[in-house]
């Protein structure tokens, strides 16, 4: 790796086509690999029953909560630095080896006996001690891909993410197939991480010393203590109703919740922090010119929400044939609480696109401030409604997350640069059309489908419903916001401006 090229400076033509190549690169390949990963994924569920996949959410949750100590921050302290030393990136990597020894440790003698004690299920010992190899992937990955990522070069990183994602998916398969239930979730995460750490390392020639000596790194320490905090409490945040459920709830009830917060948070989760992933080194680029950023932050939001909107009004009003058509019919009873959580899911995702502009402003103290609200909020309001069952908790969502994405924007406001009569002239265009869209394909589905047809087939009836609302949705865009469809056709298709010519 060429470690004088991080501190080249871009000129702005060239930077913004390295933001559109980087945007093809990661949001592109990521689809590909999700499909990938989904494929796998809705074949294995239909395999193994939901009890698995409540013991695997179970663990999950330990390894969220720590996992957000792997030193992710430090790393993100060298994205945003203006300039970085070679000595830098070494003390780094010494950081990272130290921090995710000392996880695997912990988690492998201690909290592995102790979250199966919590839970009440022996097995959940043995899962978390073969999860604790995880851990020990950590460094040869997120160093690497970070530095790549300062250089918005994606490229590299997304092959290496095809590459894990067909390792994941045939492992996943073949240990579902010869009847291996919650092992296989545990194992192909395992081979995943590990191929993603191997193959980045030998892609980008990473063969740097770690130092253990740590003289000067305190901005390092300093920048990532902060994001470590924000990070922590958002964990707290995202996994306090797992982590209560799982004693309030019986493995199938629980598997049932996990599974449907899955499907409503695969965009949220899988498709945006990608995409943040480019924002954070494009807007720290930008971090001296508060305009452009402002501009480049409310385009971001628009464009992103034209799809979460669509996507996930759509999600609710046609939960049960999504539900049994992408999970199987042992699924079934999880379409309520999807319909819920997909109502929830555009405020989530709105919600999560300020903190990159925040962290490459130098503010993570906003970021954390925001995290301590949620971290409070959403686990009083998951301990009220957790006696409700699953449906309790999936409107728990709706109710606290208007609540945050509110202190957000009041927080976030005057440092980013917006207006809120501009952020809601980013989100308002979709978000219109969405719930337009959203009540003909209801009235659609209620009035006429299932009047006349009360049996059809699911794939029929989903299959409809979407044709329903993909014409009514392009229609109302077209028609009442055609600037802002194009603009979204534009960046898909990746069109260049007309050639200047010179008289």
Not at 198 to 227: K, N
Not at 232 to 258: K, M, P, T
Not at 454 to 472: E, K, N, R, T, W
Request: charged content about 10%; overall charge positive.
């Amino acid at each position: 790796m060429d470690l004088t090229a991080l501190n080249d400076r871009v000129a702005p033509e060239e930077f913004g086509s390295r933001v559109k190549s980087a945007v093809f690169w990661r949001s592109g390949t990521q689809i590909l690999a999700q499909l990938i990963s989904w494929g796998s994924t809705l074949a294995v569920i239909r395999i193994l029953e939901p009890s698995d996949y409540g013991l695997f959410a179970m663990t999950s949750v330990v390894l969220v909560f720590l996992n957000f100590l792997n030193g992710y921050g430090f790393v993100s302290a060298l994205i945003q630095s203006e300039k970085v030393e070679p000595i830098r990136i070494r003390q780094a990597f010494g950081m990272l080896i130290l921090v995710n020894a000392g996880l695997a440790t912990t988690q492998f003698f201690a909290v592995a006996p102790l979250a199966a004690a919590y839970y009440k299920e022996p097995i959940i010992a043995d899962m978390l001690r073969w999860q604790s190899l995880i851990y020990l992937s950590t460094p040869f990955l997120i160093l690497p891909e970070a530095m790549l990522t300062r250089n918005l070069d994606f490229r590299k990183p997304a092959i290496v993410n095809l590459t894990s994602a067909f390792v994941g998916a045939a492992i996943a398969l073949g240990m579902a197939f010869q009847g291996y239930g919650v092992w296989t979730l545990v194992f192909a995460p395992i081979a995943i991480f590990w191929t993603r750490a191997m193959a980045l390392m030998v892609a980008t020639r990473f063969w740097i010393r770690p130092s253990f000596d740590f003289t000067g790194a305190g901005g390092i320490f300093g920048f990532g203590t902060a994001m470590l905090a924000a990070h922590g409490f958002w964990i707290v945040q995202s996994q306090s109703d797992i982590f209560i459920a799982g004693r309030a709830f019986d493995n199938h009830d629980l598997g049932l919740y996990a599974e449907a917060l899955f499907l409503t948070q695969i965009f949220a989760a899988k498709f945006v922090p990608p995409l943040n992933e480019v924002a954070f080194p494009a807007y720290a680029r930008l971090q001296n010119d508060r305009a452009a950023l402002s501009a480049g932050f409310l385009k971001a939001v628009r464009l992103i929400m034209l799809i979460a909107c669509p996507l996930y009004l759509g999600m609710a009003v046609s939960a049960q044939p999504f539900v049994d058509v992408l999970m199987g019919p042992k699924w079934s009873e999880a379409a309520p609480i999807v319909a819920i959580l997909a109502l929830a899911m555009p405020v989530m995702t709105l919600h999560i696109l300020f903190a990159p502009a925040l962290n490459a402003l130098g503010l993570p103290s906003i970021v954390v401030r925001n995290s301590i609200l949620g971290a409070i909020l959403m686990p009083a309001v998951y301990l009220f409604a957790v006696q409700y069952g699953a449906d309790g908790l999936a409107w728990g969502w709706l109710v606290a997350f208007p609540v945050l994405l509110a202190f957000t924007i009041y927080q976030a406001r005057p440092h980013i640069g917006f207006t809120v009569r501009g952020l809601a002239a980013s989100v308002l265009p979709g978000l219109v059309a969405a719930v337009a869209m959203a009540g003909l394909v209801w009235a659609a589905d209620r009035a006429l489908l299932l009047k006349w047809w009360p049996d059809v087939p699911a794939p029929i009836h989903l299959a409809v419903l979407v044709a329903v609302g993909g014409l009514a949705y392009t229609t109302m865009l077209w028609f009442g916001a055609r600037q802002t469809f194009m603009e979204v056709v534009n960046l898909v298709i990746r069109r260049k401006p007309p050639a200047v010519v010179t008289p």
